[in-house]
């Protein structure tokens, strides 16, 4: 079949990687891709939240999947988009509809969702501007530390853990009052500080049976020992030593399964990826967030690890097969370290030059392009996530070892790189 991926990303790369290598694809797309994914299909200069455009490329390439990529698309509704074109419904689009993006989309349904489905989450509250001063009064009575999160899609920057009232009351009015993240910003969650290890479970459901299809540990933190701004990922690591099956039966059964049912129940057309993200909170799961789609870097170890055809999985979701399907994982590890521009999380400059990405790259590791694009001149950065380098080891450090060694062979100007991912499993 002939299939099109949307996203310009690691996660993109990572899928396109995994996708061709199944004898069900035939011809791959990717629009707009990177100057990684044009090693495994077409890449196509149209974006993905244009779905004219997109309709076009699915006439003329005579494609028979869509895979999306980015939360975006999924929560402006590109899957009705297709279901409401009869010359587009015979397309299988993996991704929910917009009422299931909410799951991402809206932090104030996700968790009122989670409180009708009895699915563990810290307690919360929530303001618009209308209620500015309540939501100061409920702040300052607060303990700390305190979450704060921007309602909509903030491109994974709209969280703020403030550790005193003052800074709580700050980043509650730039997001509220200053627009800080604009419309997202329009209405504000607050709640409670879980402590403990944060993790993600990643499941492809057709909205009414599941499939777990893998786990991993991010880094969010610029600096080195978790310290720093926040990022979108600086590294990944897979399977977490202590997710065992005690602890993911304890996911599946308070938080997948009432998840999956609740939303059959809700008649809520969920067709894709669910990202659950987690806390470890003395040995028992809590939902931070759902996301309508894959992780990034997440997805550069989660497809690795997983031994099953993926695209074969995507088939049967759309086909009522998908409760048959054999899941198998490497009995190996996996690690991605993440390059990134100088500057990142902040300012950074784009189209500098990449050096080494010729180099032999042994066997064990492959890298994924996040932010580069091909130039007549070679292949530049177009990000502030560059590349992630992704190694299986016989266990977390020496996967790790390995892609630093990939790493160290890699120079752009400004590059940097975490050298403690997985730091806790040494």
Not at 177 to 186: L, R, T, V
Not at 293 to 310: A, S
Request: aromatic residues 8%; charged residues 20%.
């Amino acid at each position: 079949m002939n299939i099109l991926l949307l996203g310009s990303g690691g996660r993109e790369h990572a899928l396109a990687w995994k996708m061709v290598k199944s004898h069900h694809c035939d011809q791959l797309f990717i629009a707009p891709g990177n100057a990684g994914t044009s090693a495994y299909g077409t890449n196509l200069a149209v974006s993905p939240t244009d779905f004219t455009a997109l309709k076009t490329v699915c006439l003329d390439k005579k494609i028979n999947m869509v895979v999306v990529g980015p939360e975006e698309p999924l929560v402006k509704g590109i899957y009705d988009f297709f279901q409401q074109d009869t010359q587009l419904q015979h397309i299988n689009v993996v991704g929910p509809s917009a009422a299931g993006a909410q799951l991402e989309g809206s932090k104030a349904f996700s968790k009122k969702f989670m409180q009708r489905h009895g699915i563990p989450t810290a307690a919360y509250a929530e303001f618009t501007v209308s209620e500015y001063e309540e939501g100061k009064k409920y702040i300052q009575q607060h303990s700390l530390p305190i979450v704060l999160k921007a309602d909509g899609l903030a491109a994974g920057k709209g969280v703020v853990i403030a550790l005193s009232h003052t800074e709580a009351l700050q980043a509650f009015e730039e997001m509220i009052i200053h627009k800080q993240f604009g419309e997202a910003g329009n209405k504000v969650v607050i709640e409670e500080f879980l402590k403990g290890i944060e993790v993600s479970v990643f499941a492809l459901t057709d909205g009414e049976v599941y499939q777990v299809i893998g786990h991993a540990k991010d880094y969010k933190r610029i600096g080195e020992g978790e310290t720093g701004l926040n990022t979108g990922g600086m590294g990944c690591v897979s399977p977490v030593p202590f997710m065992d099956a005690s602890f993911m039966q304890k996911v599946e059964e308070r938080i997948i399964r009432p998840t999956v049912n609740g939303l059959a129940q809700e008649n809520i057309n969920y067709h894709g990826f669910i990202f659950f993200g987690l806390m470890n909170v003395h040995g028992e799961p809590w939902v931070i967030e759902y996301n309508c789609r894959m992780g990034d870097p997440e997805t550069e170890v989660v497809m690795p690890m997983l031994q099953t055809d993926i695209v074969a999985l995507f088939a049967a979701m759309d086909n009522g097969t998908l409760i048959d399907a054999n899941i198998s994982f490497s009995e190996q590890s996996c690690a991605t370290v993440m390059a990134v521009s100088g500057g990142y999380p902040g300012d950074y400059q784009k189209n500098i030059s990449i050096h080494g990405l010729t180099e032999i790259v042994p066997d064990q590791s492959i890298i994924f392009h996040a932010g580069t694009k091909q130039t007549e001149h070679g292949i530049v950065t177009n990000g502030g996530r560059v590349l992630a380098v992704t190694s299986y080891g016989n266990n977390i450090p020496e996967a790790v070892a390995t892609s630093k060694k990939v790493l160290e062979k890699i120079s752009f100007e400004g590059i940097y790189y975490r050298k403690d991912i997985g730091f806790e499993f040494e």
